[in-house]
C-alpha cells in the first residue's frame, strides 16, 4: 500500500559526489520519519540518515559530515547528497518511510535499494 522508489548511486571513485532520491506514495495519511539506510556484505543495515516530520535529523556516525539530508516540498520526497565518499561506503542504499496509512495502520516501507561502489 506504501510504495518507495529509490533513484542514484552508481560507481564513483574515492572522494566524489554521488546525489540520491526518494519518493513515497500510495495510501499514506502521514510520513513520520524517512531517511536512508545501507548494508554492505557481511555486515547489518545500518543508518545513513533520517528526517523525521518536524525536520529533525540524524545522520550514523560514519557519514556524519559528508552526508547531506533534505526533504522535498511535497514531504513525500527525501533527498542524499554524498559527499567525499570513501570505499568503505560501498554497499546497498535503501530508503525507508513509516508512518501511517490513511486507515490508521501503520506502515514500514522499504525501496528496492540501489547499489554504490566506491573504488580506491
Known amino acids: 500500500q506504501v510504495h518507495v522508489v529509490e533513484s542514484g548511486g552508481g560507481l564513483v571513485q574515492a572522494g566524489g559526489s554521488l546525489r540520491f532520491s526518494c519518493e513515497a506514495s500510495g495510501n499514506i495519511y502521514s510520513i513520520n520519519g524517512m531517511g536512508w539506510y545501507r548494508q554492505s556484505p557481511g555486515n547489518e543495515r545500518e543508518l545513513v540518515a533520517v528526517?523525521?516530520?518536524?525536520?529533525?535529523?540524524n545522520y550514523g556516525d560514519s557519514v556524519k559530515g559528508r552526508f547531506t539530508i533534505s526533504r522535498g516540498d511535497a514531504k513525500n520526497t527525501v533527498y542524499l547528497q554524498a559527499d567525499s565518499l570513501k570505499p568503505e561506503d560501498t554497499g546497498i542504499y535503501y530508503c525507508?518511510?513509516?508512518?501511517?496509512?490513511?486507515?490508521?495502520?501503520?506502515?514500514?516501507?522499504w525501496g528496492q535499494g540501489t547499489q554504490v561502489t566506491v573504488s580506491s
Open positions: 525507508n518511510a513509516r508512518g501511517y496509512l490513511i486507515s490508521y495502520e501503520v506502515y514500514d516501507a
Open positions: 528526517i523525521n516530520s518536524g525536520g529533525g535529523i
